[in-house]
């Protein structure tokens, strides 16, 4: 087994744990506003990949289901002659994609009239927290991992 296939089991799970991680972390520019945040409970104020929604969870899931299919398959020369490099490419790029859409769409784990209220009332601001960082730099690490499969296996 190679090393590029041990990235791809090692970043699904380091993703998976990154879940549990604070995804979604409340701000506010008002001092206020602020100290209001303070008061709640931190899941409300720091949210984890399963409260944010199912973007947000799906790409790691989907990044440690690649990588343990190629953990598991990539032991058969026929199965990873056959295209399981390309596969991890592609399934590794989809979950990518999402991580990527999750993180665009940071705000929309509230309805449309919290979200304009905590914007424009409070000056809250929805940032990025360590899991979604995490998860990230997995997948990317992993779709490294798959080119440099993909390509050497193309010299073969």
């Known amino acids: 087994m190679s090393w590029r296939e041990w990235v791809a089991l090692a970043a699904g799970l380091i993703a998976v744990g990154a879940l549990f991680l604070p995804w979604t972390n409340l701000s506010a520019t008002r001092q206020d506003v ?8 931190a899941s409300e104020v720091a949210r984890d990949a399963f409260t944010t929604g199912f973007l947000a969870w799906s790409g790691p899931v989907l990044l440690a ?24 490419l ?15 769409g940071i705000g929309w784990q509230f309805s449309a009239d919290v979200r304009d209220f905590l914007r424009e ?3 809250v601001g ?14 990317l690490a992993s779709l490294v991992a798959a080119v440099l499969d993909v390509r050497s296996l193309r010299r073969r």
């Not at 953990?71 to 020369?77: D, S």
């Not at 929805?126 to 979604?132: A, E």
């Open 126 to 139: 929805f940032y990025g927290g360590i899991g979604r960082y995490l998860a990230l730099l997995c997948g």
């Open 90 to 104: 592609i399934g590794v790029t989809v979950a990518v994609v999402l991580m990527l859409l999750a993180w665009l």
């Open 34 to 41: 602020e100290e209001a945040l303070n008061d709640l409970p």
């Open 121 to 123: 009332e409070g000056g």
């Open 65 to 88: 289901l690649v990588g343990v299919a190629v953990v598991l398959f990539g032991q058969r020369p026929k199965v990873r002659i056959s295209g399981l490099p390309h596969l991890w």
